[in-house]
């Protein structure tokens, strides 16, 4: 895996309405919440570095959590749309075939879009994956909650997971855990290895070395693996 930097842009002079400004502050907050959080980062940080003023940021997000969840939206809601594609193609496969979904297949569908955006190396889509895997572990961030939108996405993965693993079919609240259960897995694999293409190791993980010898597909391909076998169990 290759070192993936953060990148900042070099300051420069820029008026509070100019649309370039707009996403110039979104692209050096979205790479300081990745490296720092968000409770860490503070307004001036962020105009600092991205070269304007605070009216700048006032203009066009008001408050600090507009400028999150704004943040959050901008690459969120691409992915959400992709991920639903995906859902789409698998649910017309099984109408087709005439056949229940794979665990695997409705682990790929949450997972693949994530990893293939890891593997772009564009590093305004690793600074945001790696931004949104640790959001959900960062104490104080509860109020920056998912997009409406993934909730009919997970009411149709809900669907098909009844038919999928018939012993969760009638529990409902199982069936919830079990998809927690996907997305930890998930967001915790995502942030160790954004952490180390950040050239960054956890202190806390003895293996850390070890981590590091798979490739991303490799990655992708066992965490698929292991979390539909804990799906299926």
Known sequence: MSDIEVHTP?????TAKSPGTYYRILD????????????ITSIRTITEQ??????AVNYHFRTKDELVSEVIS???RPLEVERSELLGQLEETCRRENRAARPEEIVSVLISPTFRHLRSGDPGWINFIRFHARLVWEPGT?????????TPMFDRIDALLKSCVPA???DAALRAWHLQFVRAAAQQTILLMT???AGESPHAIATGSALKDLTVDRIERELIA??????KG
């Open 10 to 14: 070099d300051p420069v002079q820029a």
């Open 28 to 39: 050096v907050a979205e790479a300081l919440f990745a490296r720092n959080g968000v409770k």
């Open 50 to 55: 991205a070269g304007v003023n605070v009216a």
């Open 74 to 76: 901008r690459r969120a």
């Open 142 to 150: 509860e109020r920056f909650s998912a997009l409406m939108a993934s």
């Open 168 to 170: 969760l079919a009638e």
């Open 195 to 197: 952490m180390f293409e």
């Open 226 to 231: 292991f979390v539909a076998a804990g799906l």
